[in-house]
């Protein structure tokens, strides 16, 4: 059963996660950063540091959001960024941001369906989403859309969260992302569904071992995880196969 930020309403889940993200987008940095303290900022760090390697010159961000992880790939010096999402809202604020920081000439932010993406095949040589997969309304549809556009040998690198596995981390963690994260949200942001909607996808997402299964169902091949921050968040990393 598929998790829904507003389950009153009968829109699908894809329709759903659009408009959350357009009613918190003003906020959504903030809260990125202050419910993380500014953790996610180095999360980023290490997954562009494992995309460098790769030498990409064009990069496909999958639902960019406010594009942090766009602008935070322009050091590795890629040609071009390309960031999509279904938020409006998000690609706004996004926008504004890439022009403030004098990027707009690499990164090219659009409202595309990561679920279609308006691209053909093998485009790109590398792909990168944070914190965007586990809002797919079909996972494996997603991830195939985007092994589709990726050059043979691409690496795809995925930044999310997961869930700490230790105790008393484990409890402590449950408790901050199911109390005290969402009563932080509600009073930012205004919206009483979004950071439970959070908490929930979290919880359901196939982190881990589960995860790398789906990346190798879909066409993934050799796969790797990186787990952060006592496992809070999870970098993973798939790559297109050569041939």
């Known amino acids: 059963m598929a998790v829904l930020p507003y389950k009153e309403s009968a829109d699908n889940k894809k329709k759903q996660v659009a408009g ?3 009613n918190i987008s003003r906020h959504y940095d903030l809260l990125n950063h ?3 303290l500014n953790i996610d900022k180095s ?4 997954a562009i540091n494992l995309l460098k390697s790769y030498n990409p010159l064009s990069i496909l961000d999958v639902a960019t959001g406010t594009a942090d992880f766009a602008i935070s790939a322009c050091r590795i010096l890629p040609e071009k960024i390309t960031g999509i999402d279904i938020s409006e809202g998000m690609l706004s604020a996004g926008r504004e941001k890439v022009a403030n920081k004098g990027l707009s000439g690499t990164i090219e932010l659009i409202c595309a369906d990561s679920e279609n993406l308006p691209f053909p095949d093998k485009t790109y040589d590398a792909a990168l989403a944070a914190f965007g997969v586990r809002n797919f309304e ?3 549809a997603g991830l195939s859309e985007v092994l589709r556009v990726l050059k043979a040998g691409a690496p795809f690198v995925i930044l999310e969260f997961s869930k700490p596995g230790k105790t008393p981390f484990k409890q402590v963690y449950s408790a901050y992302f199911k109390y005290v994260l969402p009563f932080i949200g509600r009073i930012v942001s205004s919206d009483r569904s979004a950071y439970t909607y ?4 979290v919880v359901v997402f196939p982190y881990g071992k589960n995860f790398l299964e789906i990346l190798g169902k879909v066409g993934f091949e050799n796969t790797t995880m990186y787990p952060l921050t006592f496992g809070v968040a999870t970098i993973y990393i798939g790559h297109k196969p050569k041939s």
């Open 20 to 22: 959350m993200f357009d």
């Open 34 to 36: 202050l419910l993380s």
């Open 43 to 46: 999360w980023r760090r290490k």
């Open 198 to 201: 959070l908490h929930d996808s």
């Open 138 to 140: 079909n996972l494996e």
